[in-house]
């Protein structure tokens, strides 16, 4: 059934015209905001949903006198004139009604909500290129707006997981490996010398299961299925570990603390020595360490015993300097970068520079542009992780 809809914002290629149009020119429009929703289960969202949607966005359009464009079903942008003195209180108050939004519709995903993919600031006085960029990216990809609506998925289910431990089990762990498990890069850059490869992360790679195992299941919202599903993922990729990983060289696994007491890890703390113990990084995210604070002290215990590493995963740029890393046994931790990073982690320099001068090594993952390879390296931070670190790599035949 298509939706009746009250207010109809123009597609984003017109937006991107605007934007084109502003090249070499001082316009009136200083910011543009990108508002997404498709961090939420969608498949299961209403019409009502949709329609107090487009209301707050058009209530917010009218409010700070800017434009808006629909770039696609979840995915809003608003152009409008943002300064120094307006802006913290203008980001605010998008956040609160988006905020109210979700806990009206979605009370359940409300504490889980990534803020800076919701609501994201771009300052087109210096980041217009990378504007531009963004939205040929966007229209170049399907599910824009104007395309066809993509089929509705349904939930995840206790047989998805059944079927996720099936299939495991009748590929076997090196077929599984070779078919789901991937890598990337982890590599350390000193100021003015060339990227060098030092270890790799594995993980299961969640577009290939969607592909072949979860076909029109939405993953999102599934709450305590999805941890259910993590789990068992976890024991997947501990099985397959000695096929991705024979020789024990450097890496890292993210996995969950629960992983840490089940037979898949306790057949690879046995068929290692010491020596290959640490050459592995255990990744733990930070939320998942606080959840299951106890038993994660008796996990680290047990690592750190083998003379394992372990990484505090999912350090976000707010949160830097919170948690004490060295209250949680780790030497290693992965802050992530994203939108809007660059403005604050000079903010918590002097938390960096604490917690390097307290011999943790910190990467910078996720890291999609120079500005955050600069950023990091004037900071103190050497190791990074993610695309443009790959290209890099690539570039030098590293690895």
Not at 235 to 246: I, S, Y
Not at 275 to 289: D, L, P, Y
Request: hydrophobic letters at 40%; one cysteine or more; glycine letters at 8%.
């Amino acid at each position: 059934m298509n939706r009746v809809r009250i207010h109809v914002a123009p597609p984003g290629s017109e937006l991107l015209k605007r934007l084109r149009g502003m090249q070499g020119k001082t316009g009136n429009f200083t910011t543009l905001v990108l508002i997404s929703v498709s961090v939420l289960p969608l498949g299961n969202a209403t019409e009502e949903f949709w329609s107090d949607f487009d209301r707050v966005l058009w209530e917010l359009r009218e409010r700070f006198n800017a434009q808006l464009f629909e770039l696609a079903e979840p995915d809003r942008a608003l152009l409008l004139k943002m300064t120094e003195y307006n802006q913290v209180g203008m980001m605010s108050d998008m956040k609160v009604a988006i905020l109210r939004l979700i806990q009206s519709y979605f009370p359940e995903q409300f504490g889980l909500i990534d803020q800076s993919r919701l609501i994201r600031g771009i300052d087109l006085r210096i980041k217009l290129g990378n504007a531009i960029k963004y939205l040929e990216r966007i229209e170049e990809q399907p599910g824009k707006s104007g395309d066809k609506k993509p089929e509705k998925l349904r939930p995840l289910l206790e047989d998805d997981i059944d079927n996720v431990k099936k299939v495991s089990s009748e590929l076997g762990a090196k077929q599984f490996s070779r078919v789901f498990i991937r890598h990337q890069r982890i590599a350390v850059i000193n100021p003015g010398e060339e990227p060098s490869d030092v270890m790799h992360e594995y993980f299961v790679a969640m577009n290939e299961l969607q592909d072949h195992v979860f076909k029109k299941v939405e993953l999102r919202g599934s709450g305590n299925l999805f941890n259910q599903l993590t789990l068992t993922l976890d024991q997947a990729l501990l099985k397959a570990f000695g096929e991705v990983n024979p020789m024990r060289v450097k890496c890292s696994i993210n996995i969950n603390v629960e992983s840490v007491f089940t037979d898949a890890f306790k057949a690879i703390m046995q068929g290692d020595d010491d020596q290959a113990f640490s050459n592995i990084a255990f990744e733990f995210r930070q939320a998942n360490m606080l959840q299951q604070y106890d038993e994660y002290m008796v996990a680290s215990e047990l690592i750190l015993n083998r003379n394992g590493t372990i990484c505090v995963d999912a350090i976000f740029p707010e949160s830097v300097g919170i948690v004490s890393l060295k209250r949680l046994n780790a030497s290693m931790g992965k802050i992530f970068w994203r939108q809007g990073a660059e403005s604050v982690l000079p903010i918590y320099e002097d938390d960096i520079k604490y917690l390097l001068d307290s011999g943790i090594q910190l990467c910078l993952a996720r890291l999609d542009d120079e500005q955050g390879l600069e950023m990091g390296q004037k900071m103190g931070i050497t190791m990074f992780q993610g695309f443009l670190i790959d290209k890099m790599l690539e570039g030098t035949g590293s690895g």
